[in-house]
């Protein structure tokens, strides 16, 4: 293992009491000692495979960035035989500061890049920075890992078999825009090494750690699960859960490339490929792709008619079985979002879901922070004891969903919460109390709320056509009249001007 660079990269030593610290911190969140973080990568990297594992480390700011001799080399096949030299090393790293990643891939040799990767890979993964649960339509994850920051989590789904990585790639694609994740998953991807802390400041010196492990492991094609009766498919609806797999991906704006790749990895799909018949990939997009369009042009809450009911009683889940469908209450009460609102003070974008929810004919009117909404616990909150979300399995997913498929037309507003220059529409505008400025003047349609200690920067509207030109020779007098007197008082000759 090559660590040369680890006191110059590393300013700040700990004490031994903080090491103490750390340690008994550690102990507490693994009992085990490392074993958890052990366990984890050789349920990501097996023992059966080739190469290498990497562990990449570096100041906080640019680790996932870091230069390639701030790597360690581990070979797959030695993992436990080196773990303990190897997680000694990169604790003392952690405890001085640094930020230690691990490659989610094994490297075929001793490098940090894609080519370094092999073209195939059995584990999809993906990195959530909010606490929102997963789409019904996920598979639940094999693995996942706290990386520190409340909410903050990387999913993994280990995979049966190996695919390629373009169809691996096109896959966290779709996971990515269904579940409104980042878009990390590179071919040479690092993520934070559960047992260490983070040291972000956001994170507090949080720890990253492992939160839930399993053994399953599933077929590609499984990983995103197509919405339709909830029955179990009987030989020759195949057809149909592959049809509306590629209609809700289209609804999510997936590119149409990836929702090929995506479907093509499913059971029907590949038998057909084999039987050398590629018209069933086509014929299941031109079909799905069409009817989806069609789907777009209706109001919102048409795609839903079906499934969810709002009543008097509260809002119903329309249940198909065998022989029709089952009203299920969700709720005794009903609610729809009537404005998405995002705060926008120029580094991050804050959302918020104004709500009208109606309980035994009293209206109610009250805004939900959106990371807040999916969870649900804003219903006793906002509404008082006599609102409830009816107990069972999926209930309050199946509640959440009818609120959110059940409000049409939503206004999506956005407030902005900074002075500056800002771009909007691909058109730059000066953002101040009053609004915005751009080339043309005022610009209508920016909301713009400060802070109480800026409330008074506003700025006037932009002169009309009429009097720009006598503004401009005020200005330009003003300009010259102050430098000449500034040039009397240096020569004193006489000096005049003509504006």
Same mark, same amino acid.
């Given at each position: 293992m090559q660590h040369e660079s680890i006191e110059v990269r590393v300013k700040h030593r700990e004490s031994d009491r903080q090491r103490v610290g750390h340690a008994r911190a550690t102990q507490e969140l693994f009992p085990n000692g490392s074993g958890m973080t052990l366990r984890f990568l050789?349920?990501?990297?097996? @023992?059966?495979?080739?190469? $290498?594992?990497?562990?990449?480390?570096?100041?906080?700011?640019?680790?996932? *960035?870091?230069?390639?001799?701030?790597?360690?080399?581990? @070979?797959?096949?030695?993992?436990?035989? +080196?773990?303990? =030299?190897?997680?000694?090393?990169?604790?003392?790293?952690?405890?001085?500061g640094a930020c230690v990643c691990y490659g989610v891939r094994p490297r075929l040799r001793k490098g940090g890049k894609g080519e370094d990767c092999g073209d195939t890979t059995?584990?999809?993964?993906?990195?959530?920075?909010?606490?929102? =649960?997963?789409?019904?339509?996920?598979?639940?994850?094999?693995?996942?890992?706290?990386?520190?920051?409340?909410?903050?989590?990387?999913?993994?789904?280990?995979?049966?078999?190996?695919?390629?990585?373009?169809?691996?790639?096109?896959?966290?694609?779709?996971?990515?825009?269904l579940c409104d994740a980042d878009n990390s998953y590179g071919d040479s991807q #690092?993520?934070?090494?559960?047992?260490?802390?983070?040291? %972000?400041?956001?994170?507090?010196?949080?720890?990253? *750690?492992?939160i839930e492990l399993r053994d399953d492991r599933y077929e590609p094609g499984d990983i995103i699960l197509p919405i339709v009766s909830g029955e179990k498919v009987k030989e020759g609806g195949r057809s149909v859960c592959d049809w509306a797999l590629v209609v809700q991906?289209?609804?999510?704006?997936?590119?149409?490339?990836?929702?090929?790749?995506? &479907?093509?990895?499913? +059971? %029907?799909?590949?038998?057909?490929?084999? *039987?050398?018949?590629?018209?069933?990939?086509?014929r299941t997009m031109k079909r799905a792709l069409a009817g989806a369009a069609a789907q777009s042009t209706q109001p919102a809450n048409m795609a839903a008619a079906d499934r969810y009911e709002a009543t008097p009683a509260g809002l119903f889940h329309l249940r198909r079985v065998k022989d029709g469908a089952v009203r299920v209450q969700l709720t005794n009460f009903t609610a729809k979002i009537t404005r998405d609102l995002a705060q926008d003070?120029?580094?991050?974008?804050?959302?918020?879901? =104004? !709500? +009208?929810?109606?309980?035994?004919? *009293?209206?109610?009117?009250?805004? !939900? @922070?959106?990371?807040?909404?999916?969870?649900?616990?804003?219903?006793?909150?906002?509404?008082?004891?006599?609102a409830i979300v009816l107990p069972g399995m999926g209930t309050k997913d199946h509640a959440r969903a009818?609120?959110?498929?059940?409000?049409?037309?939503?206004? +999506?507003?956005?407030?902005?919460s900074h002075t500056g220059w800002r771009k909007i529409d691909d058109a730059w505008v000066y953002l101040h109390a009053g609004g915005g400025i751009?080339? /043309?003047?005022?610009?209508?349609?920016?909301?713009?709320?400060?802070?109480?200690?800026? /409330? /008074? $920067?506003?700025?006037?509207?932009?002169?009309?056509?009429?009097?720009?030109?006598?503004?401009?020779?005020?200005?330009?007098?003003?300009?010259?009249?102050?430098? &000449?007197?500034?040039? #009397?008082?240096v020569f004193p000759v006489s000096v005049s001007a003509r504006v």
């Open positions: 050789r349920a990501l990297i097996p @023992p059966s495979m080739t190469g $290498f594992v990497e562990f990449r480390y570096g100041p906080e700011a640019d680790c996932k *960035r870091a230069a390639l001799d701030d790597s360690v080399f581990v @070979p797959v096949a030695r993992l436990e035989d +080196e773990w303990s =030299e190897c997680w000694s090393l990169l604790l003392d790293l952690n405890l001085k059995d584990v999809l993964w993906l990195d959530m920075d909010h606490p929102r =649960e997963l789409p019904a339509n996920v598979a639940r994850p094999s693995a996942a890992v706290a990386s520190g920051r409340p909410g903050h989590r990387h999913l993994f789904w280990f995979l049966r078999r190996a695919i390629p990585w373009a169809d691996a790639q096109a896959l966290m694609k779709a996971l990515a825009k #690092v993520l934070r090494l559960p047992g260490l802390r983070n040291h %972000k400041p956001e994170a507090g010196g949080a720890f990253c *750690r492992v991906l289209a609804r999510h704006r997936v590119d149409a490339a990836v929702i090929r790749q995506v &479907l093509t990895l499913r +059971e %029907k799909p590949q038998e057909e490929l084999r *039987r050398g018949n590629g018209q069933y990939v086509d003070d120029g580094a991050e974008v804050q959302r918020a879901f =104004e !709500v +009208e929810a109606l309980l035994n004919g *009293r209206p109610c009117h009250f805004a !939900v @922070p959106a990371a807040q909404f999916a969870g649900m616990g804003w219903v006793s909150e906002r509404m008082g004891a006599g009818a609120i959110q498929l059940l409000s049409a037309a939503v206004r +999506e507003d956005r407030i902005y751009g080339s /043309g003047g005022r610009r209508p349609g920016v909301d713009v709320a400060l802070p109480s200690n800026l /409330g /008074g $920067f506003e700025l006037p509207d932009p002169p009309s056509s009429d009097e720009l030109p006598r503004a401009l020779r005020v200005s330009v007098g003003t300009i010259i009249d102050g430098a &000449l007197g500034t040039l #009397v008082d």
